[in-house]
């Protein structure tokens, strides 16, 4: 493509990062892609808030809780502005799908075996943390003092 022409039909200016407006169903993000002045202050916050949301969800992968929803979460905003992100979720939606429907398809004692496995994982890291970082003193005492006398904390 030289400079100051037009791209071809199945090229790209920005090279497939940026979503392109016409593939928006919202009218406000394609005002303001619309919008030199805003479109790039727009898109550096997306991506600020994205990334902090997904970094955030990593740390919290080994952790109990929703740590890879958060991940994905932060991915979804990125996708919501830049193509790779979206090839990204796609992927990560498949492998998801794939694994739910590989699990779904096995035996009622692989299931068992795979959420034992599962539960066994997150108490490690459970156990991990809290002899890291010591019993919460927000626990009832028995409780605190069940954790130091039978799990070594």
């Known amino acids: 493509m030289s400079e100051g022409s037009r791209p071809r039909t199945g090229e790209h200016p920005d090279h497939h990062v940026f979503v392109d407006a016409e593939d928006d169903d919202w009218?406000?993000?394609r005002r303001i892609r619309a919008n030199p002045a805003l479109a790039l202050p727009y898109r550096i916050a997306v991506l600020v808030v994205g990334l902090a949301i997904t970094v955030g969800g990593l740390v919290l992968v080994p952790l109990?809780?929703?740590g890879w929803l958060i991940v994905f979460t932060g991915v979804a905003v990125l996708a919501s502005e830049f193509e790779p992100a979206q090839r990204l979720l796609e992927w990560g939606r498949d492998v998801l799908r794939r694994w739910t429907e590989w699990v779904k398809a096995q035996p009622v004692l692989v299931q068992g075996v795979v959420g034992l496995v599962t539960a066994a994982f997150v108490v490690v890291v459970?156990?991990?943390?809290l002899r890291l970082s010591g019993v919460p003193g927000f626990l009832p005492d028995?409780?605190?003092?069940?954790?130091h006398a039978h799990a070594g904390l």
């Open 64 to 66: 109990p809780g929703p």
């Open 126 to 129: 459970l156990w991990g943390l």
């Open 142 to 147: 028995a409780v605190e003092a069940w954790l």
């Open 27 to 29: 009218a406000w993000r």
